[in-house]
């Protein structure tokens, strides 16, 4: 009678397991047959009334069973997730053979590649890259730099002021002299970011551009030092070929004070339209760091020496791609800066 009834009951599981469409269904069906409150477990329950000998015999045939109801539950388990795998892979088939939509590729700014080029020419020879502030006192903007107030350089470099003493700092030179407060020799930074000065917009001029500061102390450092780095430098840049010429200028935060050229990478010196007819071309001021300079912020001059220079990043830039109007940089117009990949 017991063998008949759980007979039955595995027959009747496995009819009803073909029509289980999802997981509830066959979590519905599991609990049905196989939980607590199911007909196995009531047979189960009545196997005290059976013999000592029938007992195991029963036993062994209800465990069949369940063994039997519970695999068939995994297999039917298995083709109901192939079959919502399916459906989801058919539904969300992609047509891999339909044209794209173009991706636009954006590029970066041309001066930002040339900020770039520029600071990994000096990172590659040993230079840290620091930045400084933009809104900047006027005691590192100037006094520091051996600028006192009411000096006639001051006019040179007129910028926007905050307060009395907070400007807009016109040069990146300022930097210098918060690395020279930080740092113990020796010191070894270049320092690029953006300057502002109260200059009308022109093909020449911008209230705002950018330069990168050079800065090296140390002791034993000479003019010969800075010569050679800057001609590396210029050669990296603009060519193995490239030359240069130091020409004597002022500054007053360097003594002595050069302007350097660079040989014409377009004419090699010749002269063409865009070194208009000189073969040289100015790119930077540089010079010794002035004592007083040193001494200000805190570095012994009878110690140490250094070097220290300035590159305005438009005035590379122009050149490099052959720019004739630094306006184009700023106007934003993607036609133009689509160009600088
Ligand atoms: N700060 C100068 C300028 O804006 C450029 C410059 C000249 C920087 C000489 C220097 C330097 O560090 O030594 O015109």
New binding site residues.
């Given amino acids: 009678m017991i063998r008949e009834q759980l007979e039955k009951i595995k027959n009747q599981a496995l009819s009803e397991l073909i029509s289980a469409e999802n997981e509830a269904a066959l979590e519905e069906l599991r609990v049905k047959v196989l939980g607590k409150k199911s007909e196995l477990s009531s047979v189960l329950r009545g196997m005290g009334q059976l013999s000592a000998e029938e007992r195991p015999v029963v036993g062994a045939l209800a465990n069949e069973v369940r063994a039997a109801v519970e695999n068939a539950l995994a297999e039917r388990r298995e083709i109901i997730m192939k079959k919502i795998g399916d459906a989801k892979l058919a539904a969300e088939r992609i047509d891999v053979t339909m044209p794209g939509k173009a991706q636009r590729r954006g590029n970066r700014h041309p001066l930002g590649i040339v900020e770039y080029e520029m600071a990994e020419i000096f990172r590659t020879m040993g230079f840290d890259i620091v930045e400084g502030p933009e809104v900047e006192y006027d005691y590192y903007n100037f006094q520091a730099l051996n600028i006192p107030e009411n000096h006639p350089a001051r006019d040179t470099?007129d910028t926007f002021y905050i307060t009395d003493n907070i400007l807009l700092r016109s040069?990146t030179?300022g930097v210098?002299v918060h690395v020279m407060e930080q740092t113990p020799p020796p010191i070894r930074i270049v320092s690029p970011g953006r300057v502002y000065r109260s200059d009308a917009v022109d093909a020449t001029h911008s209230p705002n551009f950018h330069?990168m500061?050079g800065l090296v102390i140390d002791k034993g450092i000479t003019m010969g030092d800075l010569r050679g780095q800057l001609l590396m430098f210029a050669q990296r840049m603009f060519g193995e070929d490239t030359k240069i010429r130091f020409r004597p200028h002022h500054?007053p935060?360097?003594e002595p004070?050069a302007e350097v050229d660079i040989s014409c990478f377009a004419c090699g010196g010749k002269g063409c339209r865009i070194c208009k007819g000189e073969g040289w071309i100015e790119i930077l001021?540089?010079?010794m760091v002035h004592p007083n300079v040193l001494q200000m912020s805190g570095i012994d001059p009878e110690i140490y020496t250094g070097f220290?220079?300035?590159v305005g990043i438009e005035r590379v830039t122009l050149f490099r791609y052959a720019i004739d109007d630094m306006r184009l940089l700023y106007e934003n117009d993607v036609r133009f800066l689509r160009q600088f990949r």
């Fill in positions: 470099q040069q030179s210098q330069q500061e500054f935060f360097t004070s001021g540089c010079g220290a220079f300035g």
